[in-house]
């Protein structure tokens, strides 16, 4: 991008919120020289240090969440509500987060008979952190605070789509840190690629598969560490003993929340075909419930899709599926510009793109199967493996079908989302390395081995 300015406008009215200015490409080696600098002093704290002048950013970002979450709205689309979750997310459990991270990278120490060895996670340096818009201040979040514990220098390089939020959220974090611990680099995927391969020693990334391929390849150049999390078609198997209402409700609330805009939506789901055709019924009765307008009105459960080439690539792969056989249930043209209706597409097929790739919009394919392994065939027939879930109501057989799905993370008569501490970890296309937990927070560091003789 080499425009001066990078202006960010209100996805719902087109209305104009605010711009930043462009970071030059030319500037980008300056800013990694400055991060450099001062992440010697920065990566010398002790855990401890670091943790302390963190600590008043939980308050911070509470005091001001209200108006943090309009402006998350304005720009991304998404109900105030869920927007004010997500602030929430960030900054609730602040301090216990803080612990966490500060307890994964205690120092350990290992001996036997012979050698007594300390393993220490230590600093990689300038850590580049490139984030999405679905999340516009979780996403930026969940990668600068550890790879900031761990004591790094972070330049955060948001999505050109949010820029504002993200430029609220480092300013607040530059008032309490020293000079250039943290910095943000305004731009697209230009500066993106310009930070990938300046000199850097870490690129945490989430975003989409395709660029994440793309970094990864250059990154393999100097050998940088990176951690991608990418994108998702996650499945959802119905047995033939699970409670229809609990598993419809699901699939309504996670395949249309944020317009269906996150990575580990529902865009697909398997149900045995016993109860294939009244699972249509009670889906189609929850959709109808659904609200589409602009997130920032009161009731509003279904915002804008983030740009016209977004709401694009989602109508051209239903097309597609239709022209295929697909029958979508729902108004296709019931909204324009960037607003979809809730839709449920049946008919489909596996020759359809829509069901193995990302959709990234407010569509939930469904489709029966006769048989378990049937259904986990096709669940695992795609690139991607990040989440994945199971209803049923024999708990020890959908554990062993959940079992039996590639992806990452998959809940059984729940979400995907784990037990406080775990991962969150994508298999296959969707993923290498990732974030969260103990194990998720020291692959911001450098794990170093010092050993003596006893
Ligand atoms: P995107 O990949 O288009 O952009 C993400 C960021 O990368 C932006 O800041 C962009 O400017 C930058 N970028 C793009 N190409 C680049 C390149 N070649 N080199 C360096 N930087 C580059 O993704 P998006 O449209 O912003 O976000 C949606 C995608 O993110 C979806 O695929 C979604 O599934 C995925 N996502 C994954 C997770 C996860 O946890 N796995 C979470 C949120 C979003």
Request: with cysteine; net charge negative; charged share 20%.
């Amino acid at each position: 991008m080499s425009n001066a300015t990078l202006s960010s406008y209100n996805p719902a009215t087109g209305e104009f919120v605010g711009d930043v200015p462009v970071t030059p490409v030319s500037e980008i080696p300056a800013v990694v020289a400055h991060a450099r600098t001062a992440c010697s002093k920065w990566g010398a704290l002790s855990h401890a240090q670091r943790k302390e002048l963190l600590l008043p950013f939980g308050e911070r970002l509470r005091d001001q969440q209200e108006e943090l979450a309009a402006l998350l709205t304005a720009e991304m689309g998404k109900p105030l509500s869920d927007a004010l979750g997500e602030v929430k997310r960030a900054s609730k459990p602040f301090a216990e987060y803080l612990d966490e991270i500060e307890a994964a990278l205690a120092t350990e120490m290992i001996e036997d008979k012979y050698v007594r060895s300390e393993v220490s996670c230590e600093p990689y340096g300038v850590c580049v952190a490139i984030s999405p818009w679905n999340f516009p201040l979780y996403m930026p979040h969940w990668m600068v605070i550890p790879a900031l514990m761990a004591g790094n220098a972070v330049i955060l390089k948001p999505s050109e789509e949010t820029p504002l939020i993200a430029q609220a959220y480092v300013d607040i974090l530059q008032d309490l840190l020293p000079d250039g611990v943290v910095t943000i680099v305004h731009g697209d995927e230009e500066q993106g690629k310009a930070l990938v391969s300046s000199h850097v020693d870490l690129i945490s990334f989430t975003g989409s598969r395709e660029a994440g391929k793309h970094i990864m390849a250059a990154a393999a150049k100097g050998l940088k560490r990176v951690i991608l999390e990418l994108g998702g078609k996650d499945p959802l198997v119905v047995l033939e003993d699970a409670d229809l209402e609990k598993a419809a409700e699901y699939a309504t609330f996670n395949g249309f929340r944020n317009a269906g805009q996150v990575c580990v939506s529902t865009e697909r789901v398997y149900v045995d075909s016993a109860l294939y055709e009244d699972f249509l019924v009670q889906l189609q009765k929850n959709v109808e419930k659904l609200v589409v307008g602009n997130g920032a009105d009161e009731g509003v459960t279904i915002g804008p899709l983030i740009h016209e080439k977004q709401r694009e690539h989602v109508v051209a792969q239903i097309n597609n599926a239709v022209e295929q056989g697909a029958t979508v249930v729902g108004d296709l043209h019931a909204y324009s510009e960037r607003f979809l209706a809730p839709l449920v597409v049946t008919g489909v097929s596996h020759d359809m793109d829509i069901m193995r790739q990302e959709t990234f919009g407010p569509v939930l394919c469904v489709m029966p199967f006769d048989s378990v392994d049937q259904a986990i065939e096709l669940a695992n027939d795609t690139p991607f493996g990040l989440g994945a879930a199971v209803y049923g109501r024999d708990v020890q057989r959908a554990t062993e079908v959940a079992k039996q799905i590639d992806a990452g993370m998959v809940g059984v008569n729940q979400g995907v989302y784990g037990a406080k501490g775990c991962p969150w970890v994508g298999a296959k296309e969707s993923g290498i390395g990732f974030h969260s937990g103990p194990r998720g927070h020291r692959q911001f560091a450098q794990v170093k081995v010092i050993s003596l003789p006893k």
